[in-house]
């Protein structure tokens, strides 16, 4: 079975500024898919960023990056120039990959992003 | 496309009564999950469907629990003799899945709250 780990419950950013959540999980896997998933307060959850495993590659989507670390097993998530709108819980996720796999999301217990003005 | 939606976004029920909760994915999704998240948790897997058939239920999903999802549309979670420890985010989630163990987007409803005194 997998594990995702999250073990700050609550961060604080100043608007503008870069912060870092962090991530890490446990898997006997070797192809699978992490994610991160932001869900505003009273809406809904919607998708981040995704990182495969077999890539190098760090995965980037506008003001997102992750740092994946395969042999470490951790996956951060980076927001650049944080925002008012960044404030939400943000949950790591892991998914298996391959044949037969039924692609449903292991979470972990989510950090609590405020962004400052 | 209006996205996935749930019905009701809230139900507050005594303990003992039977709720049903009910999900309709985006149209052209095949897979349809189910997940529940308690506070300060973050979602667990229940349930999912590939069209019509449930292909596999979590340990977490009690002999109260029954899911449905007929003609491969919307799909209903019904909790019968409800209990306290009931009480959470009832999420639905749906994807287009087209290669089996390929990670395709899962869009998440807004979930529904169940409260049971």
């Known amino acids: 079975a997998q594990t995702v780990t999250q073990s700050q419950p609550e961060m604080s950013v100043q608007e503008a500024e870069t912060v870092t959540l962090s991530c890490t999980y446990d898997?006997?896997?070797?192809?699978?898919?992490l994610f991160w998933y932001k869900q505003p307060p009273s809406r809904q959850m919607i998708l981040v960023i995704r990182q495969e495993a077999y890539k190098q590659q760090n995965a980037t989507e506008n003001r997102f990056s992750v740092n994946f670390q395969k042999a470490a097993k951790s996956f951060s998530l980076k927001i650049s120039d944080s925002q008012l709108g960044d404030t939400a819980m943000y949950f790591c996720a892991f998914m298996k990959q391959g044949a037969g796999a039924n692609s449903k999301l292991t979470f972990g217990k989510g950090i609590t992003l405020s962004v400052r003005p | 496309d209006t996205g996935v939606s749930q019905d009701p976004r809230h139900k507050i029920t005594k303990r003992g009564q039977n709720v049903t909760f009910r999900c309709d994915p985006i149209?052209?999704?095949?897979?349809l999950y189910w997940y529940r998240q308690t506070l300060g948790q973050g979602p667990e897997f229940l349930t999912y469907f590939q069209n019509e058939a449930q292909l596999e239920k979590s340990r977490l999903l009690s002999d109260r629990f029954s899911a449905e999802r007929p003609k491969g549309s919307f799909s209903t979670l019904e909790i019968q003799r409800t209990e306290q420890g009931d009480s959470a985010m009832y999420l639905c989630?749906?994807?287009?899945?087209?290669?089996?163990?390929?990670?395709?987007?899962?869009?998440f409803g807004p979930g529904t709250r169940l409260t049971v005194t």
């Open positions: 989630a749906s994807s287009l899945v087209i290669y089996s163990g390929d990670a395709y987007e899962q869009y």
């Open positions: 898997t006997s896997e070797s192809n699978y898919y």
């Open positions: 149209s052209e999704h095949n897979r």
